[in-house]
């Protein structure tokens, strides 16, 4: 594909010939071999409803029927393979693209890829006892840490993709990334002191990409005390080199692109995570063939917009996994937007009378915010009225629309578009876990430029935006039938350069902060659309994924401030809730630094679903739950719950409490 960029946009358009409004750009494709399929209202730089295509790698060992089964509809591995004209995949894929393609697919995410994924790991283990294998897929991951050896010079870890480190590969045809096995890890370890000063100097050499986007080039996301992958795969699987087990417990590592974590609007992320779990999947089918095996998929990323009844795109996905047990057990964050104020709920007779929000986008921000609600039925157009008004200082003239059309708000004084919205029918047409049905949902969203903008790009007005909502005459929603809103996140992750500020709600009997003047920890106050039920994070509502939040021990006990509550598709709550703060002083758990020998404190969901994969690992281990066991994802469940103490709070900290295991650094170096 990469070798002839034209007939790769043609054949791109072909897909979308019944698609007007849909035009393919080639972005950046000597590095990262992208074209970007855009609507011609793109979110100011923002893409959607794209798609993902790798190019065929040259390894005929890919199983390719099981993995299609994870997107659209499944292929016989002789409609890829069994024509040497190659042959036609999907009967709405173009003929010119078929012979390219590995069969990556996942629709409606984010962008093309026109790159291969790295060659499978010629490394095998030897023929041994059972294993259990730590999967992580993150940011930032220290993989020549003491923590992840066997020993001084051999890695726990058998393979890792760095998504966004440079390939070697030609340009002609580039692969995502690079990927190192356990035997070039450990060449790397045997150069410390040698080729390499110290840790410091190989994570350097790696030419790694900058974490944010004005990093000076050579300094990597590994070169900062703190790493949040580093962290999270300690909390999970982090051992001492002569621990007994060691040998035992193998770790497989995905570290995603740090332009893709610094986006916390989760533009492009969904496409990095699916091709991180088919690789792992792959990895562990190649690497472990002469071993039972379970593997145990840690991912502690969350995001606050999405559909929330586990059709979204890595909802179903990590459920698809489940299901055709690829993977034993998934822990995932809970989330940590209990007081973020950036979730609503509407009522069709509270439109009625009538219902005003403040929405608050903060100066000073260099990102695109975004806010979305979404109805449970599909909708031409609203059934209510929305009514945006801009800041009165602006000169912007508020819009009254029920998006029969897309519309945008020109700043009459710049002669630019500030803000966008737009009516969006999401259906899910990826895979659909078994027993869902694919429903089609109305979702809206209004875009807004960066409040702080580059020369000679639009800025949208800071101060309080007004979204007004009053039901149309002709209003098919039930009286009870909610319109649920959401702000995405977009506050600058730790250890990354400032550039977002998170924008928010605001209402006039919403009490953001109690009588002491401390922020709201009730579950809902006093009457307000806004609520802090329901703010799960949105890739954390599968049927049978453990999400986890994170719990303060000391005293009688309490969720932590920021852990998510439910109310949604889990009206529970999370699973289960993992101890990670000691008391209102030590708000955090120690784990590993980015160099060997170095701790760091740490805290949110993220810790806690860490610190329940090792729970997972060593019921695994211990042989309570031995490996291969029929329904070894529901056993592990089952496992986790019996052994929390049961829940005063189940809303937010689910069926019970679990204890940081003493495996991890945090326990052993307590202060």
Known sequence: MTDNAGTTVQALEALFSGASSYRVNLHDLEHWAYCDLRKDQPHFGQGHNELIIFEKANNPSFELPRLLGHALEAATEEQVFGSDAGAVVYSDVPQSLSGNLTTCFAANSGLVASGSMPVLPADTCDKGGPLVVTAIIDHAIPFAHERFRLSADRSRIDAIWLQGTPTAQSNTSPAIGRALTGSSIADLLGQIGGAFRDENELYSSMSSVPMGRDRQAGDTPLQQSFCHGGMMLDLAAGREIND????????????????????????????????????????????????????????????????????????????????????????????????SDCHAEITASEMAQGQDLTLCLQPGDKTPSFVQFWLDGSHESLPFELEIKPPSTSGIAPIVTSLEDDLELVDPKAGSAVARAYLQQDAPRYAVPDGRTATIRTRVTIAFCRTEAARGQAAAPAGRWGLSFKSRANCDLSAQEKVMLWVERGDSLPGFLPAGRQAYLAHA??????????????????????????????????????????????????????????????????????????????????????????????????????????????????????????????????????????????????????????GCVGIHKSV
């Open 244 to 339: 007994a087990l060691a040998s035992k417990h193998r770790i497989l590592g995905v570290e995603l692109p740090a332009q893709i974590v610094a986006q916390t609007n989760g533009f492009l992320h969904e496409l990095f995570v699916k091709s991180a779990m088919n690789w792992i999947w792959f990895t562990a089918r190649s690497m472990y063939a002469n071993h039972p095996h379970e593997v145990i998929l840690n991912y502690s990323f969350g995001d606050f917009c999405g559909r929330r009844d586990g059709l979204g795109m890595l909802d179903a996905d990590f459920q698809l996994r489940l299901d055709r047990d690829e993977l034993a057990g998934i822990t995932v964050s809970a989330g940590n937007g209990f007081q």
């Open 509 to 662: 009997n919403h009490q953001r902060w109690d009588e002491s003047g401390r922020r709201n920890t009730a579950l809902d106050g006093a009457w307000s659309p806004i609520k802090r039920r329901n703010t799960l994070s949105a890739n954390a509502n599968a049927a049978d994924v453990l999400s986890v939040a994170a719990y303060r021990q000391a005293g009688r006990g309490q969720p932590a401030l920021y852990t998510a509550a439910g109310g949604g598709a889990k009206s529970g709550g999370p699973t289960v809730a993992v101890a990670i703060e000691r008391s209102d002083n030590r708000r955090s758990v120690l784990a590993a630094g980015t160099l060997s020998g170095a701790t760091r404190m740490g805290n949110g969901t993220s810790a806690a679903s860490a610190a329940l994969s090792r729970h997972l690992a060593e019921a695994v281990l211990s042989g309570t739950v031995p490996v291969g066991s029929a329904d070894i994802v529901k056993r592990l469940r089952s496992h986790v719950i019996d052994l929390a103490e049961p829940s005063k709070n189940p809303a937010r900290s689910g069926a019970g409490v679990l204890p940081v295991l003493d």
